[in-house]
């Protein structure tokens, strides 16, 4: 099971991930983000409370990525655990996103 808690902040959308994204999980991440995607818009999505991710996960982050690309949002990763962030890096995903290590930096970031 996973929670996503959505909020403003002036014009960043913030999206707070709770629990594991894997094969379950991901296609409801995926269908609950992607309407917010509006043109130019901004995004972060909080990954501090999210202990696990599975490969599900990952294709899951590429199709936002890739959305976010043809819609030109500006989507920020927050809060990835070591481990994950191991993940991405050795699988090159890393490379596609921009990471922060809080929301508050991430909203810097982003302004």
Known sequence: ???L???TFEIVTVVELTGDVDANTA???KDKILPLFEPESKMILDMTKVPYMSSAGLRMLLILYRQASIHQVKLLLVGLSEE????MEITGF???FTTSPTIETGLTALY
């Not at 994950?84 to 993940?87: H, N, Q, R, T």
């Open 27 to 29: 296609p409801e991440v």
């Open 1 to 3: 099971m996973i929670e």
């Open 84 to 87: 994950i962030a191991d993940v």
């Open 5 to 7: 808690n959505i909020k």
């Open 94 to 96: 890393l490379n596609l």
